[in-house]
């Protein structure tokens, strides 16, 4: 993950504050704020240890019940007043019951897509100072669910936000972090992850620094992620594949939502 000690930086949905307490330590950033989608009251009951106390007692704010799909939520904090949003992880709550679960009409791929481009939508319309870098950070896992998102292609469609590449992260530049699991106290497994990166302003400097995956090149499926095809017989045999066909499945019910234009 590529950051500067002189940017200002949100953290947002960082579940035990772990994150944020390490950038605090680890980074030093000219500004830092962080947000939680839990009320304290809850953070406290879920989680044994947090860090919570930790950033108040550096007088680092702290915004609780942030939901990044509420415009109402980003509307609480100082307008365009970041350089960069960092979202570490994210991943839809699970449903509480099948009834719910039930009455929800979206694929649980569409939630997820849904809650990333409302973060990079919102992040830009009101976090974000347009005199300043403007980038948003969504660091996931290159394994299911997460690799089936399509973040690099499909998230910003019809926004005026483009995809500027990607980093490794590396989860031992912040000692302290853990990853937590999104509805219990329970660490996840440090797996590699990437750093996704955002922006309404070109960066050439920092886009320098990013890489641009293979797949996105032609003659590559990519939210596939494979190719080169060398024949029209390879591209045939991987587009009528199961994997394929799933996937597909995934970015037509995507683009069906985005018709609905809820974020």
């Known amino acids: ?3 500067d000690k002189q940017w200002r930086i949100l953290t947002v949905g960082d579940g035990d504050l772990s994150f944020s307490s390490a ?4 980074i030093s950033p000219k500004h830092l704020c962080a947000s939680i989608y839990d009320s304290e009251q ?4 879920k989680y044994e240890s947090h860090s919570f106390d930790t950033l108040k007692s550096h007088a680092i704010p702290v915004y609780t019940e942030f939901d990044v799909t509420r415009p109402d939520s980003w509307q609480r904090l100082k307008q365009h007043s970041f350089d960069v949003v960092i979202f570490q992880f994210p991943l839809v709550p699970g449903f509480t019951s099948k009834s719910e679960f039930d009455a929800q009409p979206l694929s649980i791929n569409t939630l997820n897509r849904r809650l990333l481009r409302c973060f990079i939508s919102y992040a830009s319309q009101y ?3 347009p005199t300043g870098h403007m980038l948003c950070y969504v660091t996931s896992k290159d394994v299911k669910p997460y ?4 973040l690099e ?3 910003n469609h019809n ?3 483009k995809y500027l590449g990607q980093s490794n992260f590396d989860i031992r530049q912040f000692g302290g972090y853990k990853i937590r699991n999104v509805d219990r106290d329970k660490h996840v497994k440090d797996t590699s992850g990437t750093t996704y990166v955002w922006s309404k302003r070109p960066n050439p400097a920092l886009s320098a620094q990013l890489v641009l995956p293979h797949y996105l090149q032609n003659n590559h499926c990519p939210f596939c992620r ?4 060398m024949t029209d017989k390879d591209k045939d045999a991987h587009m009528n594949s199961k994997k394929h066909q799933a996937m597909t499945r995934h970015q037509n019910d995507w683009f069906k939502y985005l018709e609905t234009l809820k974020c």
Do not use: K
């Open 1 to 3: 993950m590529i950051l």
């Open 23 to 26: 950038l605090h330590t680890h």
């Open 42 to 45: 809850q953070l406290r009951d």
């Open 127 to 129: 976090a974000l100072d």
């Open 147 to 150: 690799c089936e998102w399509d």
């Open 153 to 155: 292609s499909s998230l």
């Open 159 to 161: 926004l005026d936000i």
């Open 226 to 229: 494979v190719g080169p095809f």
